[in-house]
């Protein structure tokens, strides 16, 4: 019964250390989401900036907009 009682001892003992390192890694992978996701927001922010700011430009361009090269 004691080889038993030690056997299942060293199993959760191992359990246990595997879950430690898991939480770890979970909220390890949980901060590098948060960071990339904020990144990835304030991206979104500026490129729909950028792309008012070009129609802005777009609209206030003397000449005619679209129009062929004389080359054509």
Known sequence: MTNEIKALTERIDALETRLAYQDDTIETLNQ?????????????RKVAELGERLQETETNAPG???????HY
Do not use: G, M, S, V
Request: no cysteine; glycine share 0%.
């Open 32 to 44: 590098t989401i948060t960071a990339q996701w904020k990144q990835i927001d304030a991206l979104t």
């Open 64 to 70: 005619p907009a679209n129009e062929r090269p004389p």
